[in-house]
């Protein structure tokens, strides 16, 4: 078999975990305001030794608000029997429609309106949105254990919960731990410098959140699941922001670009989406750093991470991988972990 003809792992065998194969999907509130939010309510919930229900709050990136861009990520969950919370925070963009022209336009009325931009607004919008599905979906008085996954600007969000969320919600609602997915360190750090700059003196951005201040209020165990193809959000972006993060159980993790055989993994931006269809290939790439599929990058490492923390109580900074092995018996490259800088730097 030559380099090229090598396929990637196959699927892993979900079906002893999937107890739950049926669920609801609710949607509640108004994509145009930002009070858009999907449930996953699983038919037959998944009760820990404890009794302990469990409930993901899954925050998505920028401008991607459209449940279809996790949707496969989303069912894994709730088929374990899960209840899943997806809002999305953002004006415009909740779901994929019939036209790719209607898509756009949905998708440019959300990036932008309305101004001035207020991530401080969009995370309200979140706590308000999870606040309500979680009363509607009558857990109120229920034993259960909240985690908290975000990718990119959600995965800021998901970092911050703590600082912004801590008087809004109940304690049920405030995360036992957290994992991101290739998060950004600040608000504006996507943001071009001159653009940024200009924003700044216009009055183009009413607030903003930063880890380096939402930080210290992190107490509970972490994981930053990064990887070394992003070039939006490069690893020595994390140096000084990881710093900031207060726990003491917290650790960056890294996949590898890997183009042994076809197709190639690629470790970018976008590794935690499954679907970028809304946006043609070259617009993907440029805009969110890549083109989205389903594939081991989020089987053995974005999915298998929050499968260990909920299923199996593992740590979220004591993590193990194993990426599994090309069709011609050649094993894919590596998950690393530590720090940013030790990831960065082997």
Not at 24 to 52: M, Q, T
Not at 95 to 122: E, V
Not at 235 to 251: D, G, H, M, Q
């Amino acid at each position: 078999m030559s380099r090229k003809s090598a396929t990637q792992p196959p699927k892993p065998d979900y079906s002893a975990v999937y107890t739950s194969p049926q669920y609801l999907v609710l949607e509640h509130g108004n994509s145009d305001d930002g009070s858009f939010i999907r449930s996953y309510i699983p038919l037959n919930p998944y009760h820990d030794a404890a009794g302990r229900l469990k409930v993901v709050v899954y925050l998505h990136g920028f401008c991607l608000g459209a449940a279809e861009i996790y949707q496969s990520h989303l069912i894994h969950l709730a088929q374990q029997g899960y209840y899943v919370f997806f809002p999305s925070y953002q004006r415009g963009f909740c779901r994929y429609s019939d036209s790719l022209p209607t898509t756009m336009g949905d998708l440019t009325r959300a990036l932008f309106r309305p101004f001035p931009i207020s991530p401080q607004g969009w995370f309200d919008n979140a706590i308000a949105s999870v606040l309500g599905a979680y009363e509607r979906a009558k857990l109120v008085d229920s034993p259960l254990d909240t985690y908290l996954f975000g990718h990119s600007l959600g995965g800021l969000f998901a970092l911050s919960w703590p600082a912004f969320a801590h008087d809004k919600v109940p304690a049920e609602l405030m995360p036992r731990q957290i994992l991101t997915a290739n998060p950004i360190p600040d608000s504006e750090s996507l943001i071009p410098t001159p653009i940024r700059i200009f924003g700044q003196m216009t009055g183009a951005y009413a607030d903003r959140v930063d880890i380096a201040t939402t930080g210290g209020d992190i107490l509970v165990p972490v994981a930053i699941l990064h990887g070394l193809g992003d070039i939006l959000v490069p690893t020595n972006a994390w140096v000084r922001p990881f710093e900031a993060i207060a726990s003491t159980e917290k650790r960056f993790y890294c996949s590898q670009n890997d183009s042994h055989g076809l197709p190639a993994l690629v470790a970018d931006h976008i590794q935690a989406g499954i679907d970028t269809s809304f946006i043609p290939n070259v617009m993907a790439t440029m805009s969110v750093g890549g083109v989205a599929s389903e594939n081991t990058l989020d089987w053995r490492y974005i999915w298998h991470a929050l499968d260990q923390v909920i299923r199996q109580g593992v740590r979220a900074d004591q993590l193990q991988f194993d990426m599994g092995t090309w069709s011609d018996g050649v094993p894919v490259q590596p998950i690393r972990s530590g720090t940013p800088q030790e990831c960065g730097s082997k």
